[in-house]
Antibody, heavy 116, light 110 residues
Framework: EVQLVESGGGLVQPGGSLRLSCAAS????????MDWVRQAPGKGLEWVGR????????TTDYVASVRGRFTISRDDSSLFLQMNSLKTEDTAVYYC?????????WGQGTTVIVSS | QSVVIQPPSASGTPGQRVTISCSGS????????VYWYQQVPGMAPKLLIH???QRPLGVPDRFSASKSGTSASLAISGLRSEDEADYYC???????????FGGGTKLTVL
């Protein structure tokens, strides 16, 4: 079964850090670009960033609001999102997604709450 | 405000046909494929349409989409109560060097 399973969400204070993980299975993970997408409570979807595959040197791109604070990385079967200097506006459900010239697969999401 | 614009709401009665628009520019819809997603409250989004007008396996043919110039649209025919959800378009934007989502359209089946 093709699957993406996120973990690592939780409650963190403003200025803190959190690392999200996404375990992929059922497809050739290393061939695909992978993206993170988030959704703040009651709001729409927002693309966070992506990491390309090995053939494209694992290049990363980010939305302006997280650039310099968030880092996307990957290994042979998992995707990661390191979030530093967290702000209250980073509170959201974070989705791990597969990027096949567009997002074609979503995980179930993990919730991050940034609050004091 | 997203660079890709959708109407915030749409509605229809069972059996009707509804369309949802997605308006962009020459840096996004004008040059790249549009994807459409359906999100039922409390659930993860689900891919409805890829590459402007292609339906993945398992998506009913009641769902169709098209693109012309810098705009795209999603059509749902034979509306059913289970179609009540939020719908999002998405596309890569070359100027922003990032993927952009429309603001989402909440579809109500009356």
């Amino acid at each position: 079964e093709v699957q993406l399973v996120e973990s690592g969400g939780g409650l963190v204070q403003p200025g803190g850090s959190l690392r999200l993980s996404c375990a992929a299975s059922g497809f050739s993970f290393t061939d695909y670009y992978m993206d993170w997408v988030r959704q703040a409570p009651g709001k729409g979807l927002e693309w966070v960033g992506r990491i390309k595959n090995k053939a494209h040197r694992y290049t990363t791109d980010y939305v302006a609001s997280v650039r310099g604070r968030f880092t996307i990385s990957r290994d042979d079967s998992s995707l990661f999102l390191q979030m530093n200097s967290l702000k209250t506006e980073d509170t959201a459900v974070y989705y791990c997604t597969r990027d096949n010239w567009g997002i074609d697969m979503w995980g179930q999401g993990t919730t991050v709450i940034v609050s004091s | 405000q997203s660079v890709v614009i959708q109407p915030p709401s749409a509605s229809g009665t069972p059996g009707q046909r509804v369309t949802i628009s997605c308006s962009g520019s020459t840096s996004n819809i004008g040059i790249d494929h549009v994807y459409w997603y359906q999100q039922v409250p409390g659930m993860a989004p689900k891919l409805l349409i890829h590459r402007n007008n292609q339906r993945p396996l398992g998506v009913p043919d009641r769902f169709s989409a098209s693109k012309s110039g810098t705009s795209a649209s999603l059509a749902i025919s034979g509306l059913r109560s289970e179609d009540e959800a939020d719908y999002y378009c998405a596309v890569w934007d070359d100027s922003l060097n990032g993927r952009v989502f429309g603001g989402g359209t909440k579809l109500t089946v009356l």
